[in-house]
């Protein structure tokens, strides 16, 4: 027996048709066809820039109003400003500041999002990865990959006389709304506030940060690198080197990226990193890239400008510690007039594994 209500004959056939197969949680795919396969991609995310002198005032009184302990991890997060309330920067990774006061312990835990750190600011804190301590200092790349106990510190203490008696503050970059979207997420705390050291600092570094690697011992069959902390000095002199060196990227300046030296591929196997100098007087061409980037702006001073596929165009003026977000497929030209150096992040190796990033260099 049909028990649906009489159709109702004031409406076109078709709305008609659309309301009957709408209870049986049916829809049209032409009505939407066009919006699901765009002809490039409109992502939903905007440009945005915070600059530091507005962030960090908030980022300090965060301490006033709360300890790392309670806070378990205390962020300000940066939301993109059309995705507000979801935690994101862009569409697949998340985003955030971290403040550690002397003294202060953010607890061990793991969880399967991977985190990458980029220390923005101060002395005394360490990231400890796998039993091993990573001091932080600023400029510094660490990542704690997927699954991996982490826990961080700052051994300062309050009246100390030497540097290390100010706040630390550090960019997490995590792919916690990729890892949302594939509904993969498990996390669990550890037994102890700190995990216990196993090998001294530096050791990951001695064995793969040389271009050697240890003889009698496999690389390690993970998908992440074996390094998890890429001290600034390092980066910065290759950038410095090659500025002097080697012929100008029109597009980039100078930009390395950060690699698993076992592998050759990206740090952790869902986000890309890179530093990049532009050098004093740098006035750079726009490209555009299906990855969205955040970008934390390591010294010096300049400009992005940012312009959406539908024309809509920001300029950001760029000091030191401030961050921005370029969205998928939005233009990003580069200048400074007194020399700059930026890190970057993006979900580039997950795109590049399914074969899906694009990149087109405008002239
Ligand atoms: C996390 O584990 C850290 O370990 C930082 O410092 C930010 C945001 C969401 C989920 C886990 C950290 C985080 C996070």
Not at 199 to 215: I, K, W
Not at 236 to 264: H, I, M
Request: charged fraction near 15%.
């Amino acid at each position: 027996m049909d028990l649906q209500p009489p159709p109702d004959t004031a409406l076109p056939d078709r709305q008609r048709f659309y309301q009957a197969i709408d209870r049986h949680h049916l829809t049209p795919l032409w009505e939407v066809l066009h919006a699901l396969v765009p002809s490039q991609p409109q992502s939903p995310c905007v440009s945005a820039h915070w600059p530091y002198a507005t962030v960090r005032p908030f980022l300090l009184a965060s301490g006033q109003v709360i300890s790392a302990e309670e806070a378990v991890r205390r962020v300000l997060v940066l939301e993109n400003p059309a995705l507000r309330g979801q935690s994101a920067i862009t569409q697949s990774l998340y985003a955030g500041l971290q403040l550690l006061l002397p003294g202060e312990i953010a607890p061990s835990h793991r969880h399967t999002q991977s985190a990458l750190r980029f220390v923005v600011e101060g002395q005394g804190a360490y990231t400890a990865v796998n039993g091993e301590r990573a001091t932080m200092r600023p400029g510094d790349f660490i990542i704690t990959p997927s699954w991996t106990w982490h826990d961080h510190g700052h051994t300062g203490q309050p009246g100390d006389s030497v540097d290390s008696s100010g706040p630390v503050v550090w960019l997490d970059g995590l792919d916690i709304p990729l890892v949302r979207f594939l509904d993969a997420g498990f996390a669990e705390n550890g037994a102890v506030r700190s995990q216990s050291v196993t090998q001294p600092e530096g050791t990951s570094l001695a064995r793969f940060g040389h271009n050697m690697a240890p003889v009698r011992q496999d690389a390690p069959a993970t998908l992440h690198s074996p390094l998890f902390s890429y001290p600034y000095e390092r980066s910065r002199e290759a950038l410095d080197t090659l500025s002097r060196n080697a012929p100008l990227d029109p597009w980039d300046g100078v930009k390395l990226r950060y690699v698993n030296p076992v592998t050759g591929g990206a740090p952790v196997p869902t986000m890309a990193a890179c530093m990049q100098l532009l050098p004093a007087g740098f006035a750079g061409q726009p490209s555009r890239q299906t990855d969205g980037a955040v970008y934390s702006v390591v010294e010096g001073e300049g400009e992005a400008t940012i312009t959406s596929s539908t024309g809509t165009s920001h300029r950001f003026t760029l000091s030191a510690c401030d961050h921005f977000v370029v969205p998928s497929w939005h233009t990003l030209q580069l200048a400074s007039a007194s020399g700059c150096v930026l890190f970057s992040f993006s979900d580039r190796p997950v795109q590049q594994a399914l074969g899906l990033h694009r990149e087109e260099r405008l002239p």
